[in-house]
């Protein structure tokens, strides 16, 4: 069965240092994608970052990047220089190219001032 | 418009009625999902419109819920003689294309308390 598990329910970090978000998966396919979701206390996802498996080079969104250790089935999110504003849950998300995706449970990210 | 929208915003209702939640997509996004988020939970497919195809129920959870999606646009998912285990946050997502290809764009979630 595939599965997406995040086992940091709620992580905290200084503003302007790094942090980052774990995530492991399952699977048995060889080509698939992966994504990172912010929700923050409004509730609405937004998409954050994405990786496609078949794509040796991390991801990278400004201060948002991923480190993908295919063989590992690892998919983490850094956030380096951490803003308020990026106080959030995180979700990671598996895809296997079909219209199904898999969430994880979240990780709480709180930033302190 | 401009992004997803969901109403209500919020929805308390009593135990063993039915309630509408409506699910408003970007235009022209022809396929729209429907999850389930409960407290400390990821994300639970419910359902899935692509088009005029026939729509992916598998999610549904029991025979009370239902969903359609009119004139390929607008959604409303029903929840009839609700119980106390439905309460969660209904969102809504809607996208152009492939879902591994283009982002999926989430609505703000109807929060649904049974009470």
């Known amino acids: 069965a595939q599965t997406v598990t995040q086992s940091q329910p709620e992580m905290s970090v200084q503003e302007a240092e790094t942090v980052t978000l774990s995530c492991t998966y399952d699977?048995?396919?060889?080509?698939?994608?992966l994504f990172w979701y912010k929700q923050p206390p409004s509730r609405q996802m937004i998409l954050v970052i994405r990786?496609?498996?078949?794509?040796?080079q991390n991801a990278t969104e400004n201060r948002f990047s991923v480190n993908f250790q295919k063989a590992a089935k690892s998919f983490s999110l850094k956030i380096s220089d951490s803003q308020l504003g990026d106080a959030a849950m995180y979700f990671c998300?598996?895809?296997?190219?079909?219209?199904?995706?898999?969430f994880g449970t979240g990780t709480r990210l709180k930033v302190l001032a | 418009g401009a992004g997803v929208s969901q109403s209500p915003s919020n929805k308390v209702t009593e135990k063993g009625k039915d309630v509408e939640l409506r699910c408003d997509p970007i235009?022209?996004?022809?396929?729209l999902y429907w999850y389930r988020q409960s407290l400390g939970q990821g994300l639970e497919f419910l359902i899935y419109?692509?088009?005029?195809?026939?729509?992916?129920k598998s999610g549904l959870p029991s025979d009370r819920f239902s969903a359609e999606r009119t004139g390929g646009s607008v959604s409303t998912l029903t929840i009839q003689r609700t119980q106390q285990e439905d309460s969660a946050v209904y969102l809504c997502?809607?996208?152009?294309?492939?879902?591994?290809?283009?982002?999926?764009?989430f609505g703000p979630g109807t929060r649904l308390t049974v009470l």
């Open positions: 235009s022209g996004h022809t396929a």
């Open positions: 699977t048995s396919e060889s080509d698939y994608y």
């Open positions: 419109f692509q088009g005029n195809s026939a729509p992916d």
């Open positions: 990786q496609e498996a078949y794509k040796q």
């Open positions: 998300a598996y895809t296997p190219g079909t219209y199904k995706y898999i």
């Open positions: 997502a809607s996208f152009q294309a492939a879902p591994h290809t283009d982002t999926q764009y």
